[in-house]
């Protein structure tokens, strides 16, 4: 069978036979009346790990960052965020369709905004203005070629977030990759924020799963949203079970990701034509194709007939995201093609 890279995504990974096995053998309940043993064990387990005090499973990340949005936010109210964060580009218009505010995006420096940036986006109360309620803050970021959201910068915003009776939400999808490079605890990022959703699903390898963690009056109220948009499920410790065998499993061995990034990252470098656009910090590779040297389409097409997978982000920019299911092999497979590109 030819060989197949796939570098769209972390979450293309399948569950492994032993995942499955956990899966299968899963104590389960009606999580929607509160029943499932493994659903509660998880989020016990992930509060537990962020410091705070509850948490609820939820289907997605996008679920995850708009339970938490609903939980903080009253209609008309507005969050602030960076433009390219992936609640103000993926998730739909969610924030305004389901919970009726509005986003404030301001320019990040790869995704990072800094308290400093922020403040003067704060809005004074006025009967013709918003409400500012909320930040929102994406570690690592998505769109950022998985930058880690440095600790202190969160700090600063919590400060701020405080001194003007702000809260924060910490999309942390693949917060477990900033822990995985860094020396920093979940529980210290997570004390930044009043609400932190992680993925199950991406780079730990889960099929289903995200969770989202807060107070207990936040979590009551994001349990509600939860049900109100549909992501209420039953036997749903099958899948808690999986995300159970991910932390035990998989967390520790997200730093292989980044050093199979960070080769792709020196293979790009050295390859005509190719143009990295950010560090490699975690598990992600973005970089621009000259089109002076060859159109990104012709680009991509050469890859996928050698069986590598990948995903333009925007016209000419393409990412490469390593997981679970891409091996040193996989790598050199990739640095083989690129030499022929470079010929051709
Ligand atoms: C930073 C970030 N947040 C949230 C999500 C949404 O996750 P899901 O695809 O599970 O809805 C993603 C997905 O890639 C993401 O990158």
Not at 34 to 51: C, K, N, S, Y
Not at 303 to 316: D, S, V, W, Y
Request: glycine share 8%; aromatic share 4%.
């Amino acid at each position: 069978m030819p060989r197949i890279v796939d570098l769209r995504s972390d979450t293309v990974t399948r569950p492994g036979p032993e995942m499955r096995r956990a899966m299968a053998e899963a104590d389960v309940g009606d999580d929607v009346f509160g029943d499932d043993p493994t659903v509660i064990a998880l989020q016990e387990r992930m509060a537990t790990l962020f410091g705070k005090v509850a948490a609820l499973f939820v289907p997605s990340g996008t679920m995850a960052n708009q339970v938490a949005l609903a939980a903080h936010t009253q209609r008309g109210d507005e969050v602030i965020c960076d433009r390219n964060c992936h609640i103000f580009n993926f998730e739909v218009a969610a924030p305004a369709v389901l919970s009726g505010i509005q986003l404030n995006p301001l320019d990040g420096e790869q995704g990072v905004i800094t308290a400093e940036q922020i403040a003067p986006h704060i809005r004074p109360k006025n009967v013709h203005l918003p409400n500012t309620r909320l930040i929102a803050i994406e570690n690592t970021h998505n769109r950022g070629a998985g930058k880690i959201f440095p600790l202190d910068e969160m700090q600063r915003i919590r400060e701020l977030a405080s001194e003007h009776g702000l809260s924060v939400h910490l999309d942390g999808a693949r917060l477990a990759n900033a822990v995985a490079a860094s020396d920093i605890s979940f529980e210290q990022y997570a004390s930044c924020a009043d609400t932190v959703s992680m993925c199950f699903s991406k780079g730990l390898g889960a099929p289903v799963g995200s969770i989202v963690a807060g107070t207990s009056e936040l979590i009551k109220r994001a349990h509600k949203a939860r049900k109100l948009f549909g992501g209420g499920m039953r036997q749903a410790g099958i899948l808690a079970a999986a995300a159970m065998y991910a932390l035990d499993n998989h967390l520790s061995r997200l730093t292989e990701d980044h050093r199979t990034a960070s080769r792709i990252g020196k293979l790009i470098d050295t390859t005509d034509g190719l143009e990295r656009v950010f560090s490699v910090e975690t598990n992600m590779v973005i970089f621009r194709v000259d089109e002076s040297f060859m159109s990104a389409g012709e680009f991509l097409s050469v890859l996928e007939e050698n069986g590598i997978l990948t995903a333009a982000i925007r016209p000419g920019v393409i990412r490469m995201v390593t997981h679970l299911d891409v091996n040193a092999d996989d790598v050199d497979h990739v640095g083989e093609v690129l030499a022929t590109v470079k010929a051709s």
